[in-house]
RNA sequence: CGGGGCAUGGUGUAAUGGCUAACACGCCUGCUUUGGGAGCAGGUGAGUCUGGGUUCAAAUCCCAGUGCCCCGACCA
């Protein structure tokens, strides 16, 4: 891709109010806009992550056997009256002009359980886990910091169904495990920690993944030697121990919750009864598990845990790019080299955003440092004269010198590796 | 929903109740420039969130509304 042909332009400045690290830097570097409080377009540069986030959250679902499909967000009133939660605040409503009453999706138990019951008969048909990646609204009181918490925003939702409740419990130990791979790729892994909350209309206790940020929204009570959390909510109503061993010193830290999943049970089966018969021809309720991840703000977390005072450091794997070339000068030879490295890599599908405006070396830098792909590759007279380029990684303070026949190798070497 | 703050060209800011609302960035034209947001010259662009009020006179004071941000509550 180049660069001059790039919708939507670096910033200097952001709007004041803008204070959380997130919105400051993706509004800044272009990857976003705010259409109002809580509600984001996504340009080029932001799309390109919401979907690469989207790969690896596919791939780990993948692994553990889950099917994506694609539910509505326009929902009838109906569904939500089985579940007495058609009266919850979060939820938008409008009406049809024949008078219809409908609700905007923020969740999809009440049209998934009903989708499974045509299905699912016979324990023959389980077990069954189904995910989408699709649009929630939700009607907040106050949508805040940027990507944290929004009123229109993509969510991957996941649904399972079993017939005993340890299979369940497997399959919800399964989806930890996945959830902490993709937050591993995602570049929050080390930040992220497994956190005991409440079910909320759901269930008694859910677990939240919590990222720690300072623009987070959640304290968690946090146990140094088991690595998990316990939210704040919970800690108010009950006790001020760690559930696992016990220890009473607990550190509180603010974060925020990139990913909650929810141990169902009967709870929406019996609402929908959705039931299969098991061998001996019993009917039993189908247990249901359900797991949810918000895109937009995972990737706002992301950008809150990599990031330095100059702008975002993207992990390798979400990045919009893999490199970014910059050539220093515009003399006829440079830019032609520029050009034949540009086509080399493209054609080797390593993706590179290529400079190529007619701009000072410092504002291709700056903006460079700001949009924060993890490779810098510069090609400049002083590079050339030792048939090489400059590549400096994003996270890393020196450059170093690569030959451009060693060139590939170093890249997919580098690449694969990240 | 309770509390607080803010609202002026595209962006960031300035403007004792009083002159044609100023400056920087951006953007456009031309020339020059290219290792960390380059230089010169010329140009473009707002009537100050909306509605009312006070006043000879309002960006500025008062009232109401709206929007945005922050803290809290809520949080599936």
């Known amino acids: 891709m180049y660069q001059s042909k790039l919708f939507v332009k670096t910033q200097k400045e952001v709007p004041k109010e803008e204070v959380s690290i997130n919105s400051q830097l993706l509004l800044r570097a272009g990857f976003i806009d705010k259409l109002m409080a809580g509600v984001y377009s996504f340009l080029p540069l932001g799309l390109r992550v919401l979907k690469k986030i989207e790969k690896v959250i596919r791939e780990e679902l993948e692994k553990i056997g889950a099917q994506e499909i694609l539910l509505p967000a326009l929902h009838p009133k109906e569904n939500w009256e089985r579940t007495n939660r058609w009266g919850q605040e979060v939820m938008f409503k409008l009406r049809s002009r024949s008078g219809k009453e409908l609700g905007l999706g923020w969740t999809h138990e009440e049209i998934i359980t009903p989708l499974v019951k045509k299905f699912v008969k016979s324990y023959r048909d389980l077990p069954l886990a189904l995910y989408q990646i699709q649009v929630k609204f939700r009607d907040e009181l106050r949508a805040k910091s940027g990507l944290l918490r929004g009123v229109e925003f993509i969510m991957k939702d996941l649904y399972s169904f079993h017939q005993t409740l340890e299979d369940l419990e497997n399959y919800y130990e399964k989806v930890k495990k996945a959830y902490f791979q993709i937050f591993k790729r995602c570049g929050i892994g080390k930040q992220t920690f497994l956190t005991l909350a409440s079910g909320g209309t759901f269930s008694e206790y859910s677990h939240e993944f919590q990222t720690l940020t300072p623009f987070g929204e959640d ?25 696992q061993c016990g220890n009473e010193k607990l550190e509180v830290k603010k974060a925020i919750e990139v990913g909650n999943i929810f ?10 009864n959705l039931t299969f018969k098991d061998r001996e ?24 845990v990599n990031h330095d005072e100059k702008g975002i450091c993207w992990p390798i794997e979400i990045a919009p790019f893999q490199v970014h070339l910059i050539s220093v000068r515009e003399k006829r030879e440079i830019k032609k080299t520029a050009q034949t490295i540009y086509q080399l890599l493209e054609n080797q599908k390593i993706e590179v955003l290529y400079d190529d405006r007619a701009k000072s070396v410092g504002e291709k830098f700056v903006d460079c440092d700001l949009i924060g792909i993890p490779l810098r590759m510069v090609i400049s007279e002083k590079s050339l004269r030792k048939k090489s380029v400059e590549i ?5 303070k020196v450059a170093r010198l690569i030959k451009i026949k060693d060139l590939l190798k170093f890249l997919k070497e580098k690449l694969s590796l990240c």
């Open 219 to 243: 304290f968690i009570y946090l146990c140094e030697k088991c690595k998990v959390g316990i939210n704040q909510q919970i800690i108010k109503e009950k006790n001020y121990r760690c559930y």
């Open 263 to 272: 141990n169902l049970k009967e709870k929406f089966a019996r609402y929908f």
């Open 281 to 304: 021809g019993k009917e039993k309720f189908v247990l249901m598990g359900c797991y949810g991840i918000g895109l937009p703000r995972l990737m706002g977390a992301i950008v809150e």
């Open 392 to 396: 400096k990684e994003r996270k890393k």
